[in-house]
């Protein structure tokens, strides 16, 4: 088990090589769309590139507007030993566009949290050692405690609410519609990242 975990450690510290700020992240995205691209194996996928100037236009939103509860705040700001949060994801994911911005703001509060983001399909030994359900599920943080060179703790690829509400209507309907992934969206809408950051001040 030591081995295994030594293993995935070092994989990520290889990882955070080729990793961005959230700014560098969010500069890359916007530069690719201009170039009518998306990040990932299939950069010139229509599909994709539409997706990923929705979450852009999202997340700039977003960034303006998020608003962390003062307890959460509080919480996050008393971090006393530096951390890493280091989060796979990628430009057309849904998901990512509703939580790193709130991870991002979260990370503001405290120099102690260094918020590093890795694309997906450019490190896949990472994402292997993170699957969820045997999925390349995004986002996915990685929680890392930097003075001890280990990993305390993961979460994703949705927030606690969010999951559950996926996990039922796939128990009910067999597989996610559509319909269902734009009602997801008004959830994430009308929550406003509220879960997210609850769900994040459990890992401090």
């Not at 955070?16 to 560098?24: A, K, P, R, V, W």
């Not at 929705?54 to 919480?75: A, G, Q, V, Y």
């Not at 280091?86 to 102690?112: F, M, R, Y």
Request: hydrophobic share 35%; charged share 30%.
């Amino acid at each position: 088990m030591e081995t295994t975990v030594t293993a995935t450690i070092d994989i990520l510290n290889k990882s955070l090589t080729n990793s961005l700020s959230y700014n560098e992240y969010r500069k890359k995205v916007s530069d690719l769309i201009l170039e009518n691209k998306s990040t990932g194996n299939d950069p010139d996928n229509e599909a994709l590139l539409n997706y990923s100037k929705l979450n852009d236009r999202r997340m700039r939103r977003l960034d303006k507007t998020i608003k962390i509860d003062p307890s959460i705040s509080e919480k996050i700001q008393q971090v006393a030993s530096p951390v890493k949060w280091v989060v796979l994801t990628e430009s057309w994911c849904g998901d990512a566009a509703q939580s790193l911005p709130i991870i991002n703001k979260l990370a503001e509060l405290n120099e102690n949290i260094d918020f590093r983001v890795v694309l997906r399909d450019e490190h896949e030994e990472l994402m292997n050692e993170f699957l969820t359900n045997g999925g390349k599920s995004i986002p996915k943080l990685i929680a890392v405690d930097v003075e001890k060179n280990k990993i305390i703790d993961s979460w994703g690829p949705r927030p606690t609410i969010a999951t559950k509400m996926v996990n039922d209507y796939k128990a009910a309907h067999g597989k996610l519609t559509p319909e269902f992934k734009e009602d997801l969206q008004v959830w994430y809408n009308k929550d406003k990242g509220i879960n997210v950051a609850e769900d994040l001040s459990q890992l401090v």
